[in-house]
Nanobody, 125 residues
Framework: QVHLVESGGGLVQSGGSLRLSCAAS????????VGWFRQAPGKEREFVAT????????KYADSVKGRFTISRDNAKNTVYLQMNSLKPEDTAVYYC??????????????????WGPGTQVTVSS
């Protein structure tokens, strides 16, 4: 079993920055990609970014490219999402999740099995 917990959300003004953290316990992330997703009110959950186990490969949604950076520290079993130049449309609950298969880098929600409870990010205009 893998337990994931997100932290670092909050209220920020447009143009501001936040750094989210995703900490794992239990069987951890060993060998697996970890992704960030978000869900705004009334919308479906969507892919934001993902990072390979080694950290060498990443993918981003077009809407966040150039503004968000995903990284990981495997020694700390933690994955980060640095969010800069935040916009009101980034307001959502942000979730981290672990790839259900090792050594991949998927962007589809269905390819992730363990999920955290989420952290709220609110960007005011």
């Amino acid at each position: 079993q893998v337990h994931l917990v997100e932290s670092g959300g909050g209220l920020v003004q447009s143009g501001g920055s936040l750094r989210l953290s995703c900490a794992a316990s239990g069987r951890t992330f060993s060998g697996y990609a970890v992704g960030w997703f978000r869900q705004a009110p009334g919308k479906e959950r969507e892919f934001v970014a993902t990072i390979s186990w080694s950290g060498d490969s990443t993918k981003y949604a077009d809407s966040v490219k150039g503004r968000f950076t995903i990284s990981r520290d495997n020694a700390k079993n933690t994955v980060y999402l640095q969010m800069n130049s935040l916009k009101p449309e980034d307001t959502a609950v942000y979730y981290c999740a672990r790839d259900r298969r090792p050594w991949g880098l998927p962007v589809d929600l269905d390819d992730y099995d363990y999920w955290g409870p989420g952290t709220q990010v609110t960007v005011s205009s």
